[in-house]
Each structure stands twice: as structure tokens, then as C-alpha cells.
């Protein structure tokens, strides 16, 4: 009766996963309604099916990386990181909307690292070295080259995007090089200005 029921049975149904469960949330996936009810409740199934590993939603949710509306499309990202999706036609699919207008190219790049996608190593690269990219993702890049590739790279931009005025930005920088495992800069890590949750959370 409510615009918020849709999503308010997802959310409960999260708490029950079972077949029938999975069932449910994937016949809302399948929905192509553009009502915005719908859109939001289905971004809550997407991460719910990624959360319950249901590998039978991979095709399906690998569809929704076509919707227009940019948080289905990062939410599916997340979910086959979660699922460990291994399909190249959808890591490539994920690779070609890196860049794009409205598309959070930082989520895209950390799940294409997480899945192993050596296969877009050129996209990202590519992203990497263009001159507007915001420092958020460059730094999500460079953790994503270094997981990729088998050759070590320089990764002392990310001990300079520490030292920036924007505190995301330096939260950012700190869980990039936690995913790249750079050692190396942990000395810049305990100086950097940033609280000691996200040290400590470097340093573990």
C-alpha cells in the first residue's frame, strides 16, 4: 500500500535466507520498472543476493550492470565482488563503464581488483593516467595495478594523497594502501593526519 512496503520486505526478508528467499528477491531483480520504489528496493536485493553468495543470481545481476540508475549498477559490482564472479564478459562489462558519466569509477575499479579481473588491467590503467581523475581514483587504480599485475609499481602517490586537505580523500588513500599491501608506507601512514581508527586499521 506504501511506496516503502518493497523495500521494507527486502530488508526483512534479509533476515531469512533460504531458497524461497532468494527466489523472491530475484523475481523483484527481473523487475524493469523505472518507479523509484522499485529501483531502491532492487539495489537492497542486489547486495542482500551478493551478501547470501546465491551464485544462481550471477547472470541476472550481471543485467543490472546496464541499468541507468548508477546505484544498481555499483550495488551488482559489489555483489559479484562478493560472489567472486569469474565470468570475463562481466568484468568486461564493469571495465567499459569505468569513466562514465555518474558511474562511481572508484566501486568499479575495487571490485574488479577483489575479482581478479587481470583482463581490464588496460581500462584501468588507462583511467589511471588521465590527468582529470579524481585522487580517490587514482589511488583505488594504483591498489587495483598492483593487486593485478605481477610487476610491483611505484605506489608512493598514495603516500602523498595522505597528506590532502579532503578528509575522505586521505581515508580513501590509507584503504588503497591496505589493498595494495604497501608496506612500504606504513612510516607515512602512522604521521599522516588521520584519526587512529584508520591507523591502527593500516597497521593491523
Do not use: W
Not at 550471477?58 to 546505484?71: A, C, E, M, Q, V
Not at 609499481?153 to 588513500?173: E, M, T, V
Request: hydrophobic share 40%.
Amino acid at each position: 500500500n506504501l511506496q516503502s512496503d518493497y523495500y521494507k520486505a527486502v530488508f526483512h526478508l534479509s533476515k531469512y535466507p533460504s531458497s524461497d528467499t532468494e527466489n523472491a528477491l530475484l523475481n523483484l531483480i527481473k523487475s524493469e520498472s523505472s518507479h523509484q520504489s522499485i529501483l531502491i528496493a532492487k539495489r537492497k536485493a542486489i547486495e542482500i543476493l551478493g551478501r547470501m553468495k546465491c551464485k544462481k543470481a550471477i547472470p541476472i545481476i550481471g543485467r543490472n550492470l546496464k541499468s541507468n540508475d548508477p546505484y544498481i549498477v555499483e550495488n551488482s559490482a559489489l555483489a559479484l565482488q562478493e560472489m567472486e564472479c569469474k565470468d570475463s564478459k562481466l568484468h568486461a562489462l564493469i571495465g567499459d563503464l569505468l569513466g562514465c558519466p555518474g558511474q562511481n569509477s572508484r566501486v568499479l575499479i575495487q571490485s574488479l581488483a577483489k575479482m581478479g579481473a587481470i583482463s581490464e588491467l588496460p581500462k584501468i590503467r588507462k583511467i589511471c593516467y588521465k590527468k582529470d581523475t579524481s585522487p580517490s581514483v587514482m589511488g583505488a587504480s594504483l591498489a587495483a595495478i598492483s593487486l593485478l599485475s605481477n610487476n610491483s609499481i611505484n605506489l608512493k602517490p598514495l603516500g602523498r594523497f595522505l597528506d590532502l586537505p579532503n578528509q575522505n580523500d586521505r581515508q580513501s588513500a590509507v584503504q588503497d594502501i591496505i589493498d595494495a599491501k604497501g608496506f612500504e608506507l606504513i612510516e607515512m601512514v602512522v604521521k599522516a593526519p588521520i584519526s587512529p581508527f584508520f591507523r591502527l586499521r593500516a597497521i593491523d
